[in-house]
């Protein structure tokens, strides 16, 4: 993305994620195929995490893994405590600062028109290199997570984008203005929200057409107690078909692989469990699951509720996932799965949300469809149109200076 005068291109839009979590990752890619699609603009989209120092990026990728495996409960307590509106702003950007300076000169060589972030880490980046006249840009941030963190909060920001009415409240009672902030949904790739018959996507992923599929996802980096959940679901012998998305831990998909060797097969020939490693399919797995059980990512979830598909939220991680797990319990479109003191799970509505309750005449899963029209609202494409507005504005606006 090289720099050319104003007057004479298209506006530039630079999305910034951070693969730190997965999900910030597939908001932008979904911001960028819509981008792409609409048209109108110069469209680049670059990992945050990969433009910062080295020892910078080790903490990110490999201490937030550590911390969600063997101390949940210290990131939920410094998710909490971090919770704090405009609470030691500047100390945070000094070592922001020292840290990203790959990015703090890539920024500037490249000068983009508008910045769209779904991370946090360049949000505040962007904000002080406007704010001391070195970047001339809109600074956007898309919250991808149902509860706005006090790290998303920025001074020098044009837009918020968030996914519901409660987080217009939130960033208004700090002092955000009404007319900033955008009610967008969390941005999922288009491909969610297409109709897809259940038969179909079944045929085409070599599942069952007869029993009900219930898809266990581990996230990205296969968190969770998901070996533990699998083993008990198999001892219930019900005729249950379970698809495991092992993301990209190669451990547990191995584990899972030996597993469904031993887990034998159904009445119609299919295997009882299918062990999935990383997958670009999520669309269609989705499509055929009767059921999803897995994190309350914000991604998952949103994309899960475009699908129509009925959730089951396996262990929240404390701070954000157990935020979004309440948002979800509370509206009734998500059941928490929890992990009793003797290790088993359990969940009362478990069977009655995989539709196994006992005198369930429903009918069966082949004929069943993703096609009808869910309640999650096309927001992405809502998004990219008013982004698009932003960046066109903007170049107008340097086109006349």
Same mark, same amino acid.
């Given at each position: 993305?090289?720099?050319?005068?104003?007057?004479?291109?298209?506006?530039?839009?630079?999305? $910034? !994620?951070?693969?730190?979590?997965?999900?910030?990752?597939?908001?932008?890619?979904?911001?960028?195929?819509?981008?792409?699609?609409?048209?109108?603009?110069?469209?680049?989209?670059?990992?945050?995490?990969?433009?910062? #120092?080295?020892?910078?990026?080790?903490?990110?990728? =490999?201490?937030?893994?550590?911390?969600?495996?063997?101390?949940?409960?210290?990131?939920?307590?410094?998710?909490?405590?971090?919770?704090?509106?405009? #609470?030691?702003?500047?100390?945070?950007?000094?070592?922001?600062?020292?840290?990203?300076?790959? *990015?703090?000169?890539?920024?500037? %060589?490249?000068?983009?028109?508008?910045?769209?972030?779904?991370?946090?880490?360049?949000? =505040?980046?962007?904000?002080? $290199?406007?704010?001391?006249?070195?970047?001339?840009?809109?600074?956007? /941030?898309?919250?991808?997570?149902?509860?706005?963190?006090?790290?998303?909060?920025?001074?020098?920001?044009?837009?918020?984008?968030?996914?519901?009415?409660?987080?217009? =409240?939130?960033?208004?009672?700090?002092?955000?203005?009404?007319? +900033?902030?955008?009610?967008?949904? /969390?941005?999922?790739?288009?491909?969610?929200?297409?109709?897809?018959?259940?038969?179909?996507?079944?045929?085409?992923?070599?599942?069952?057409?007869?029993? %009900?599929?219930?898809?266990? !996802?581990?996230?990205?980096?296969?968190?969770?107690?998901?070996?533990?959940?699998?083993?008990?679901?198999?001892?219930?012998?019900?005729?249950?078909?379970?698809?495991?998305?092992?993301?990209? !831990?190669?451990?547990?998909? +191995?584990?899972?692989?030996?597993? #469904?060797?031993?887990?034998?097969?159904?009445?119609? &020939?299919?295997? %009882?469990?299918?062990?999935?490693?990383?997958? +670009?399919? *999520?669309?269609?797995?989705?499509?055929?699951?009767?059921?999803?059980?897995? +994190?309350?990512? &914000?991604?998952?979830?949103?994309?899960?509720?475009?699908?129509?598909?009925?959730?089951?939220?396996?262990?929240?991680?404390?701070?954000?996932?157990?935020?979004?797990?309440?948002?979800?319990?509370?509206?009734?479109?998500?059941?928490?799965?929890?992990?009793?003191?003797?290790?088993?799970?359990?969940?009362?509505?478990?069977?009655? !949300?995989? &539709?196994?309750?006992?005198?369930?005449? %429903?009918?069966?899963?082949?004929?069943?469809? #993703?096609?009808?029209?869910?309640?999650?609202?096309?927001?992405?494409?809502?998004?990219?149109?008013?982004?698009?507005?932003?960046?066109?504005?903007?170049?107008?606006?340097?086109?006349?200076?």
């Amino acid at each position: 993305m090289t720099p050319v005068p104003a007057s004479t291109r298209p506006p530039r839009v630079l999305l $910034l !994620s951070a693969s730190s979590g997965a999900g910030h990752v597939r908001a932008a890619q979904a911001l960028e195929k819509a981008l792409r699609n609409h048209g109108g603009c110069q469209v680049e989209h670059i990992d945050t995490i990969e433009h910062v #120092s080295k020892l910078f990026q080790k903490m990110y990728d =490999e201490a937030y893994i550590a911390m969600v495996r063997r101390a949940p409960d210290l990131m939920g307590l410094l998710y909490d405590r971090t919770d704090k509106p405009w #609470s030691h702003p500047r100390r945070r950007l000094a070592l922001d600062r020292l840290n990203t300076q790959p *990015m703090i000169r890539l920024l500037k %060589r490249v000068q983009p028109d508008l910045c769209i972030v779904t991370h946090f880490l360049p949000a =505040e980046i962007i904000a002080w $290199l406007i704010a001391k006249r070195k970047l001339r840009s809109r600074n956007a /941030i898309v919250v991808t997570d149902y509860d706005v963190h006090a790290m998303w909060l920025c001074r020098t920001v044009d837009r918020y984008y968030v996914a519901m009415q409660e987080s217009v =409240e939130y960033l208004a009672g700090v002092g955000v203005p009404r007319e +900033k902030i955008c009610v967008t949904g /969390i941005p999922i790739d288009p491909i969610f929200e297409k109709p897809r018959e259940k038969s179909e996507a079944r045929k085409k992923l070599g599942l069952s057409l007869d029993a %009900r599929v219930l898809l266990i !996802s581990a996230g990205g980096y296969g968190l969770g107690p998901v070996e533990q959940l699998v083993r008990e679901l198999l001892a219930t012998e019900r005729p249950w078909q379970i698809v495991t998305i092992a993301g990209k !831990s190669e451990k547990l998909q +191995k584990r899972l692989s030996a597993l #469904s060797n031993e887990a034998g097969t159904l009445a119609d &020939g299919g295997g %009882r469990l299918v062990a999935v490693g990383f997958t +670009k399919e *999520m669309d269609e797995y989705m499509a055929a699951a009767d059921a999803l059980i897995g +994190k309350a990512g &914000g991604l998952t979830t949103s994309e899960a509720l475009a699908r129509a598909l009925p959730m089951i939220l396996i262990e929240p991680i404390p701070g954000q996932e157990e935020r979004n797990a309440d948002h979800f319990a509370g509206s009734g479109r998500g059941d928490p799965l929890q992990q009793s003191a003797g290790g088993n799970m359990e969940n009362r509505q478990f069977a009655g !949300s995989t &539709g196994e309750t006992q005198g369930d005449e %429903r009918s069966s899963p082949h004929d069943g469809t #993703s096609s009808r029209r869910p309640r999650h609202r096309r927001r992405c494409l809502e998004a990219v149109k008013l982004i698009c507005g932003e960046a066109k504005g903007h170049e107008t606006k340097h086109a006349t200076d």
